[in-house]
């Protein structure tokens, strides 16, 4: 079981980066369309905080408010991997983002206790 998230690294306020997370091993292997997929991150001394999710074919996304409009998250279940588009970044984006995988069927979820499967994190540094 494992999710690998890269894509991390510095930019300047309003710039891009675009994150992926790919998803492998036995859990994964032939099911990753049954999971709803989530973005996470943490800043320094702050608590983890949901970022956005996606439903297993797609077709229902959610956003935190503070990214509504700026971020973009979508799926490749072909690929095994979840994606976030992220635009307009702010200082306030700094943070280690996290994908993880939510295996219960329904709508994408927000709270971090609904998720099973997690990433080792890549950095994100937004620079003023």
């Known amino acids: 079981v494992q999710l690998q998230a890269s894509g991390g690294g510095l930019v300047q306020t309003g710039g891009s980066l675009r994150l992926s997370c790919a998803a492998s091993?036995?859990?994964?292997?032939?099911?990753?369309?049954?999971?709803?997929m989530g973005w996470f991150r943490q800043a320094p001394g702050k608590e983890r905080e949901f970022v956005a999710a996606?439903?297993?074919?797609?077709?229902?996304?959610y956003y935190a408010d503070s990214v509504k409009g700026r971020f973009t998250i979508s799926r490749d279940n072909n690929k095994n991997a979840v994606d976030l588009q992220m635009n307009g970044l702010e200082p306030e984006d700094t943070a280690v983002y996290y994908c993880?995988?939510?295996?219960?069927?329904?709508?994408?979820?927000?709270?971090?206790?609904?998720?099973?499967?997690w990433g080792q994190g890549t950095q994100v540094t937004v620079s003023s």
């Open positions: 993880a995988a939510d295996r219960e069927p329904g709508p994408p979820r927000a709270g971090a206790p609904a998720y099973d499967y």
């Open positions: 091993g036995r859990t994964f292997g032939r099911t990753f369309n049954w999971y709803a």
């Open positions: 996606i439903s297993w074919n797609g077709a229902i996304t």
